[in-house]
């Protein structure tokens, strides 16, 4: 599909004739972090009045896009213009000055400030001797979210509103410095039916005031109801755009995910054993319910679904660190009830979370006390830690994960990022697991890391490891996986192998697509 | 590696200060230095060593513990008013009451952090409050005076065992228990995990919460352990006793390296941050400083520690540079 930036002459279109000069444009916008291409010559426009969408999976380069739009990076390359005139967008301030504003997926206020304080930070209305004039922000801010139809108190603080009530406070924000662009990212993810209709209420207003939108979500349906164009990301690169009047689905799902998977997975021969986990009817109260599986032997079991699908959530209770409402678990036929982390790591179960530096790593303990902290109950006798036991039990996974550190008695803080991952990673082999949960294994690391953690991996299943793989990433959950479970709003959506694994149904069963659309 | 030096240097460093300041006292007032009077100044120093380490366990969880000082002195009024009552109680007894004692006051401010999740500082900055106004309630705001105890009760601490007071072996005593507990059990490398990284500590199988109660029951038992050797010895107790003393405990904390954002820290640190500020309040006295002085100059003694931690972290930064370019 050959991609089309340029503004339709469209006349066909029921959404207000675009004017012949978009608010802003992009192009060839590149942004290189160290290892990673994040953007590469990317374009886009935002026309007054139209709501464009962009599209992309997860790490397709949307959220670095909105940080250049925002002024929190610098692209390497390319041209931003405002209003066809090229502009420094070098800090969020020049962002401000050029009215471009975006609300967050979780949005960045202040919860002790009272709304109209929250809506007037930073430029706020001065009066006498140059004090803050409270009336006339009051006064101001009631204004601002009349016009918004909110009835919110601009006195009121923060704290007391729900999560709906603050984006009408964020987009007042927005109104208050009198935004032309303004970036709604994932603005309905925490949202209920009956609030998303009111958000659309608004973007029709806004949309009637002239402001150019860039409203990013993953959800199909919301996408055909309010988008007016469409920009597709794949890879950080700019894959796709046009008008939704004359896009399908399928498109932008093939748009979307691409046809070639170009990374290289290592070719595995899985042997697949005696069913090792059973999870049955797991629930949550708030969070997933119904979840049923059997995990064997050798097996690598990929999770796919969209951010806040409850993946990672049911990853939590099955670690302990949560307790499921209802459900049951058999390990190797054997029913078990795991109520903390270390009950799972007793039972065999190790979960390496996402951020693995952050939630992985002590840095001021020294190396080899990192190692051994979950399998100390193995090493101690009569209650004292046996230290010699402890050191060659570090020195011996250290040195297959290949470390290379100056001494053990180092605090891990010392090594670099990728060291310091290792140990993280020996950590959870030192504790002999049955079953390894990775939760996004690969998820901000570079292509070559990537693929020794694929290798690796492939490793601990044909060592008869039993593998639950969290993934966002397609290729990854393609590439890697034997079977895989779609996961949608707490449930799971479909079971997948064979030939059923595709990225067009990972894709549709993720985001409901064959049930409201078709 | 070079960090452990450094740390280990800090340590030295702490005890080469302590050493250098014994030597310039020397050159003036011999009599100072003497092993008689040596052993005189560790002995007064010996209840802020025992809460310090107490207080250290605290701070290694990320925790702080403001109400050692009025644990202490509600445990001491305790102690004494059942001494008054039941004087043929044995010592023994009155050492497990105090201890026991002081351990469920520890472990009411581990529960509050634990299961109420409030934080530290501001439970036991209200412990504290409650637990003095405690000793005033039971004993009516009245003191318990020294010929009102009896003759054993205030005896153990001063018996003296190879040339030293008892009150200075139980501090030997605290001292290399917990330093075994510390390096050699999983209970002691849970503190280091829980303070360093919750969450990392958390995904390893550590209970983070039920962690801190621990520290919190520890520094509570140790409290109590002192309310009962400070009453003793001073021969009185009172609802002020020891008022403000929590603040030196947590100042031979960090004079000892102990990094109040938790994770960090030492027996030996601690110990020797107890010891700095010893030295300086016995020793100010007899070159004929002030106490405003004193008070200053463990001031100053704080910050610059402050500043040298800070520095440590630092030169952390610089390692890690290194040994990337080194790893490429």
Not at chain 1, 262 to 289: C, K
């Amino acid at each position: 599909m050959t991609s089309d930036i340029l503004p339709g002459t469209a006349g066909t279109v029921t959404v207000p004739l675009p004017e012949a000069l978009p608010i802003l444009a992009l192009r060839g916008v590149t942004k290189t972090f160290p290892g990673v291409r994040a953007l590469s010559d990317v374009a886009l426009e935002l026309y007054p009045g139209q709501v464009t969408a962009l599209i992309g999976e997860n790490g397709a380069g949307k959220s670095t896009l909105v940080k250049i739009l925002t002024g929190i990076y610098q692209p390497d390359g390319g041209e931003i213009l405002v209003d066809g005139a090229p502009a420094r967008l070098d800090s969020p301030q020049a962002a401000a000055a050029a009215r471009i504003t975006a609300i967050h997926q979780e949005t960045v206020l202040f919860d002790d400030l009272t709304v109209a304080e929250n809506i007037f930070l930073g430029h706020a209305p001065r009066g006498r001797f140059g004090l803050i004039d409270r009336a006339e922000m009051r006064r101001r801010a009631g204004q601002i979210l009349h016009e918004l139809g909110a009835r919110i108190d601009p006195g009121q603080p923060l704290r007391q509103l729900g999560i709906a009530a603050r984006h009408l406070v964020a987009i007042a924000r927005a109104l208050s410095i009198e935004a032309r662009v303004v970036i709604m990212d994932e603005p309905t993810a925490a949202l209920s039916h009956k609030e998303i209709e009111e958000l659309y209420t608004l973007i029709e207003r806004l949309k009637a005031q002239g402001k150019a939108i860039l409203f990013i979500s993953h959800k199909f349906d919301e996408i055909f109801r309010i988008a007016d164009r469409y920009t597709v990301f794949r890879d950080g690169q700019m894959v796709g755009a046009g008008l939704i009047a004359e896009a399908s689905e399928a498109d932008l799902v093939r748009q979307m995910v691409g046809r070639d998977v170009s990374q290289v997975f290592p070719s595995r021969t899985p042997r697949i054993g005696a069913p090792v986990l059973q999870v049955e009817g797991y629930a949550h109260p708030t969070e997933f319910a119904d979840i049923s599986f059997t995990l064997r032997a050798g097996e690598i079991l990929g999770f796919y679904g969209l951010v806040g699908a409850g993946r990672s959530e049911f990853c939590q209770a099955l670690f302990g660190m949560t307790r499921p409402s209802a459900g049951s678990l058999r390990i190797d036929g054997q029913p078990v009830a795991i109520r903390s982390p270390a009950d799972a790591v007793a039972h065999g179960i190790v979960y390496v979370p996402e951020d693995r530096g952050r939630q992985g790593a002590i840095g001021a303990m020294p190396i080899f006390q990192n190692v051994t902290l979950p399998s100390l109950a193995r090493i101690s006798r009569n209650g004292f830690l046996r230290l010699a036991e402890e050191f060659r039990l570090a020195r011996d996974y250290c040195e297959r994960l290949d470390l290379r550190a100056a001494s053990l008695d180092t605090p891990l803080g010392t090594l670099s990022g990728g060291n310091q991952q290792k140990v993280v990673i020996a950590k959870w082999l030192a504790t002999r697991p049955r079953v390894i949960i990775l939760d996004e294994p690969t998820k901000g690391i570079d292509i070559g890391s990537k693929a020794a953690v694929h290798e690796f991996m492939a490793e601990l299943a044909a060592q008869g490891l039993a593998v639950i793989m969290v993934s966002s990433e397609i290729p990854e959950i393609l590439g890697m996986s034997d079977r895989v479970i779609v996961m949608r709003e707490g449930r799971i959506a479909a079971e997948l192998s064979g030939g059923d694994l595709t990225p067009e149904t990972l894709v549709r069963h993720a985001a409901g697509i064959g049930e409201t659309w078709e | 590696m070079r960090l452990t030096r450094l740390l280990t240097t800090r340590e030295a460093l702490l005890a080469a200060a302590i050493a250098l300041m014994l030597a310039l006292i020397a050159s003036r007032f011999p009599a100072f230095v003497a092993p008689g009077n040596l052993v005189a100044v560790f002995n007064d120093t010996a209840p802020l060593i025992i809460l310090a380490i107490g207080q250290m366990v605290v701070i290694l969880t990320r925790c702080i513990d403001l109400s050692v000082a009025a644990t202490l002195a509600l445990t001491g009024m305790v102690v004494a008013m059942l001494n008054l009552a039941h004087p043929d109680l044995p010592v023994a007894a009155i050492l497990a009451i105090a201890v026991a004692l002081g351990c469920g006051l520890g472990m009411i401010n581990g529960l509050l952090v634990w299961k109420l999740d409030i934080p530290p500082i501001v439970v036991t900055l209200g412990t504290m409050t409650i637990y003095r106004g405690a000793a005033f309630l039971i004993s009516g705001g009245k003191w318990v005076n020294a010929h009102e105890m009896s003759d054993a009760f205030k005896a153990f601490p001063r018996t003296q065992i190879l040339g030293m007071p008892v009150m200075s072996w139980i501090a030997i005593l605290v001292v290399v228990v917990l330093a075994v507990l510390l390096a050699r059990t999983e209970t002691g490398r849970a503190f280091f995990a829980a303070g360093g990284n919750p969450d990392a500590a958390t995904y390893a199988g550590i209970d983070v919460g039920r962690t801190r109660f621990l520290a919190f029951a520890l520094s509570g038992a140790l409290a109590g352990l002192v309310g009962y050797l400070w009453v003793a010895r001073y021969a009185v107790a009172y609802v002020d006793l020891a008022a403000g003393f929590e603040l030196d405990v947590v100042a031979a904390c960090v004079i000892g390296g102990v990094a109040i954002m938790g994770g960090v820290g030492s027996v030996a640190g601690a110990v020797l941050g107890a010891l700095f500020l010893g030295v300086i309040k016995n020793a100010l006295p007899v070159i004929d400083v002030s106490p405003f002085w004193q008070m200053a100059i463990s001031g100053a003694a704080i910050i610059i520690a402050v500043i040298l931690n800070a520095k440590a972290g630092r030169a952390r930064g610089r390692i890690i540079l290194r040994q990337t370019e080194a790893v490429q």
